[in-house]
């Protein structure tokens, strides 16, 4: 940013100040402004609004001041719970799975490290809903599923339908999300300080709890809500691995704006699901800046 | 940074001065739990493909041998058929929009007062960092109130269709696109459009040019990943999607219901390749592009300006 400020002040032809400029200026934002008013900012602000009405017809709402919508959102708020597990625990596995893998790829794979992160990158954009799928297979009676059941002598045994299976596809699912920032944090890391580590006689546990895993911290907290987010409104992978008997927030927000039409209630769920999440994510990102404050300052 | 990097990490593996015992184990246990992700991430989408070949009738993994019977009764389908060129019409529309809008905005924003810039920015994250479901539904409570209000009063017929779900698809992949342009724009060599300017190009000359080439692989990475995203949606799609406008997400997760079949395998195989080969031609035209102007691969593929963008 202050390079492109820099690099803006030594322009040869400083960009007029004219009404032509200031006309093409608003013309190149005006369609994506567009868009975030409409489709984003007055839709938020609708669902806020009607969270505090009550239905009327199907789909439909009466705009009065009621908190009815929240008190059964508390009420019944076992997917609330179950979804904070299952991201926290979501998380946690993809945060110790992706950390040596980046630490892989970005100090040992030398001229294949950027073919490593493309083999990341592509299944990432590659059909969600498929790849999941695909674990059906695996997964179920005539894969690992009947498989650890025949070994244990247990005809009754299922993988699918169990929190352990959604919470594998939720790793499966967003593990890169975890590595691409921990990766972009260690492959900056100056490689020198590890070395000098090394030559003042820390083992390889002691450099790495000392100097890599400080250094590659933001990394991780970016990762962590970067994972964090989409596992707390998830319904793909609870609907398909967990059979919907896994049962999160996801699958509650559809089941009702979807199916049983309450909406009122279903916005209610909806901003109280935008809350944890604007509360856990800002408690995580104070909570790990504390305890980092001083080792910082020995870093830099 | 790729050479430096590899060439300082050399001295690790041989342990340094203090030679520790573990060295070799744990240099094993990177490699064994690198490959073993790989082997995680890659599997599934294996074994959707092989199993489609499968010529069975009856369980999806007895191997009755190698057939294409599936893709023939799949792709005859006209149901599938529907949903397929809905899915094309969804993400080419989606993709284009996106591309222009999405650049638009990152030219744009680049000569934006501070006031603007800072909220413009505040609501690019929220577009992306908002989950899905939240976008989709607040969409559809947009959708139907503005329709409740607008058909009436204009007698107009206003319904959920095609062009909802291309809204709705586009908040997210204009974003996206103004990201990628954006950061391809601040990493820049300015000097070209000075030299520009110092031969008395026009503005737009200069843009047409210079800047543009420049921002080539951006926009194109960005449209083509809108491509994939809009055309393997779920959640929003659902939400927002009318008689009618079925894409192949919502065809697929429907069959999911009724268990696997050799079937469904050979519908998610088609899309696999849909999408494999849009983000492969990508990353080629990519890579063209990079060693053209002589830069090297690593910052300059998709992979790359994402992993910077995430970071």
Redo the contacts between chains.
């Keep these: 940013?202050a390079?492109?400020a820099r690099?803006a002040s030594?322009?040869?032809?400083p960009?007029r100040r004219s009404f032509r400029?200031g006309l093409?200026?608003?013309?190149?934002?005006l369609?994506?402004?567009l868009?975030?008013l409409?489709?984003?900012?007055?839709?938020?602000a609708?669902?806020v609004v009607?969270s505090f009405g009550t239905p009327s017809r199907i789909?439909?709402f009466d705009p009065v001041f009621s908190l009815d919508n929240y008190s059964q959102a508390f009420e019944r708020s076992t997917p609330f719970v179950t979804s904070l597990v299952m991201a926290v625990a979501g998380t946690a596995l993809c945060l110790f799975?992706a950390l040596?893998?980046a630490?892989?790829?970005?100090?040992?794979a030398?001229?294949r490290?950027?073919l490593?992160?493309?083999?990341?990158?592509?299944?990432f954009?590659?059909?969600?809903?498929?790849?999941t799928?695909?674990?059906?297979?695996?997964l179920?009676p005539?894969?690992l599923g009947g498989f650890i059941g025949d070994l244990i002598g247990d005809p009754a045994f299922r993988i699918l339908g169990t929190p352990a299976a959604v919470l594998l596809g939720l790793v499966?699912g967003y593990?890169p999300?975890m590595v691409?920032?921990i990766?972009?944090?260690m492959?900056r890391m100056d490689?020198?300080l590890?070395?000098a580590s090394?030559?003042l006689?820390a083992?390889?546990l002691a450099t790495f709890r000392q100097i890599t895993l400080p250094i590659t911290l933001p990394?991780l907290i970016?990762?962590s809500i970067?994972v964090f987010?989409?596992l707390?409104?998830?319904?793909?992978i609870p609907a398909?691995l967990g059979y919907g008997r896994v049962f999160l927030v996801?699958n509650q927000?559809?089941l009702q704006?979807?199916e049983a039409r309450n909406?009122p209630e279903?916005?209610a769920r909806?901003v109280v699901?935008?809350l944890i999440?604007l509360v856990s994510v800002t408690f995580y990102v104070w909570f790990s800046n504390r305890g980092r404050k001083g080792r910082e300052v020995s870093v830099l | 940074?790729?050479t430096?990097?590899?060439v300082?990490?050399k001295?690790?593996?041989r342990g340094?001065?203090?030679r520790?015992r573990?060295?070799g184990l744990?240099?094993g246990?990177?490699?064994g739990?690198?490959l073993l992700?790989?082997l995680?991430?890659?599997?599934?989408?294996v074994?959707?493909v092989v199993?489609s070949f499968n010529a069975t009738n009856r369980?999806?993994?007895?191997w009755q041998g190698f057939s294409l019977r599936w893709y023939e009764s799949v792709l005859s389908d006209t149901v599938v058929q529907g949903a397929l060129l809905n899915s094309l019409i969804v993400a080419t529309s989606t993709a284009i929009i996106a591309t222009?809008?999405?650049t638009?905005?990152a030219?744009?924003?680049q000569?934006?007062p501070r006031w603007?810039r800072t909220p413009?920015e505040a609501?690019?994250f929220?577009?992306i960092?908002?989950?899905?479901?939240?976008?989709a539904?607040?969409?559809?409570?947009?959708f139907?109130?503005a329709f409740?209000v607008l058909n009436p009063l204009l007698d107009l017929r206003l319904r959920l269709g095609f062009q909802t779900i291309i809204?709705?698809h586009?908040?997210f992949n204009?974003s996206l696109v103004?990201l990628l342009v954006r950061a391809r724009?601040?990493g820049m060599d300015?000097t070209h459009?000075?030299a520009s300017?110092?031969l008395f190009a026009t503005?737009w000359r200069t843009f047409r040019q210079i800047t543009f080439p420049q921002l080539m692989p951006a926009i194109v990475a960005g449209g083509l990943?809108s491509f994939?995203?809009s055309f393997?949606d779920?959640?929003i799609t659902?939400?927002v999607s009318g008689a009618g406008s079925t894409t192949l997400?919502l065809y697929?997760?429907g069959t999911?219901r009724k268990g696997?079949t050799p079937a469904?395998n050979a519908v998610?195989a088609v899309?696999?390749l849909i999408?494999?080969s849009v983000?492969?031609v990508g990353?080629f035209l990519v890579w063209r592009n990079a060693r053209r102007a002589g830069q090297r691969?690593?910052q300059a593929?998709?992979?790359?300006m994402?992993?910077?963008q995430?970071?």
Excluded: C, N
Aim: proline share 6%.
């Design positions: 940013m390079t492109l690099a030594v322009h040869p032809v960009p400029a093409l200026t608003a013309v190149l934002l369609p994506a402004s868009w975030y409409v489709l984003l900012v007055a839709p938020l609708i669902v009607m789909g439909g799975t040596p893998l630490y892989f790829i970005a100090t040992r030398g001229r490290k950027s490593l992160i493309v083999l990341l990158i592509v299944p954009w590659t059909s969600f809903l498929i790849r799928y695909a674990w059906l297979t695996i179920g005539d894969g499966y593990l999300l691409f920032p990766y972009v944090t492959e490689r020198g590890v070395e090394k030559d006689g083992g390889r990394g970016t990762g970067l987010i989409p707390m409104g998830e319904y793909v398909i996801g927000l559809v704006f979807l909406w279903g916005a909806a699901l935008i999440m | 940074m790729s430096t990097a590899g300082a990490a001295p690790l593996t340094g001065p203090r520790d573990f060295g744990v240099e246990w990177l490699r739990h690198t992700i790989y995680f991430l890659y599997i599934p989408i074994v959707v199993f369980r999806v993994t007895d222009i809008f999405g638009m905005a030219l744009g924003l000569r934006a603007f413009f609501l690019t929220i577009s960092i908002v989950p899905e479901i939240v976008i539904l607040s969409t559809l409570v947009f139907s109130s409740d809204a709705a586009a908040l204009i103004m724009l601040s300015r459009v000075e300017y110092d503005p990943l994939t995203f393997d779920y959640v659902t939400f997400p697929v997760f999911i696997v469904t998610a899309m696999l999408t494999l983000l492969l990353q691969g690593g593929s998709v992979a790359g994402i992993a910077e995430s970071g």
